[in-house]
């Protein structure tokens, strides 16, 4: 334990009481999925640049080695509805007509595009945790799951920092996780949007969690690797 370090995150070091403890972190890989990160999937139908997502790619696996090496607990997320459509609403159904998805099956469950990258490192070990809603807390086990590991810190990577991975991250606040968002392994369609969501983790001296970047987190860790 003692050979780790505190992140040197802004505005203060993560975690604020002292070096970073994997035991009781956990890095959570956001929405890393074909139908956001493939040219054909849902993301693009939208009208956004997917290669925006695929450029965070080589951060996120070099994280997911040092975060797996120090014994941190990993968790990826998929969103995407139930196969059947059961818990589709009349909204979100327009949504989708709007969006040019009416009778596809992008973001569904069992589907091609459901499934998270070839590219990015899943292991045996890590935990997948399927939701609905942009909050990954919303409807799902995960809390339950970190806590049952102990787990208090959260870190954050994934698609898209300013909808699913900010929306996690502000329920993990009110849940009274410690959040770290890692600016360079994190990406969104505009880069404006991205650029507003590190803003507002830091604001309040804070009120979302700190921001650090990946080799930042990378060196904390290392007296694991």
């Known amino acids: 334990m003692t050979d780790f370090r505190q992140i040197p995150a802004r505005p203060y070091g993560f975690p604020y009481d002292g070096p970073i403890d994997p035991a009781r972190t956990a890095l959570l890989v956001i929405d ?3 139908d956001f990160l493939s040219p054909e999937g849902y993301f693009a139908l939208k009208g956004y640049d997917p290669s925006r997502l695929r ?21 990826h997320t998929r969103q995407g509805y139930r196969a059947d459509g059961a818990d589709l609403t009349a909204y979100e159904l327009w949504r989708r007509e709007r969006a040019g998805m009416t009778g596809t099956r992008a973001l569904m ?5 459901f499934e ?3 590219e990015v490192d899943v292991a045996p070990g ?7 809603a942009n909050g990954a807390f919303s409807h799902t086990d995960l ?3 970190l806590r049952a590991r102990g787990i208090t810190h959260l870190m954050f990577t994934g698609c898209t920092t300013d909808v699913c991975v900010h929306t996690t991250q502000r329920e993990a606040c009110d849940r009274n996780y410690q959040c770290l968002l890692i600016e360079d392994a994190c990406a969104s369609g505009d880069q404006y949007a991205h650029d507003a969501t590190i803003h507002l983790t830091q604001v309040e001296d804070g009120i979302w969690g700190v921001v650090a970047k990946a080799a930042e987190v990378i060196a904390a860790l290392a007296p694991a690797l």
Do not use: E, S, Y
């Not at 469950?109 to 595009?113: A, L, W």
């Not at 890590?126 to 609905?132: E, G, L, N, R």
């Open 32 to 34: 890393l999925q074909v």
């Open 143 to 145: 809390d339950h799951i």
């Open 116 to 118: 998270i990258v070839p």
């Open 55 to 75: 450029a965070i790619l080589p951060a996120v696996n070099r994280l997911l080695k040092a975060a797996r090496a120090a014994g941190c607990t990993i968790v």
């Open 126 to 132: 890590d935990i997948i945790v399927d939701k609905t």
């Open 109 to 113: 469950r069992g589907q091609p595009g």
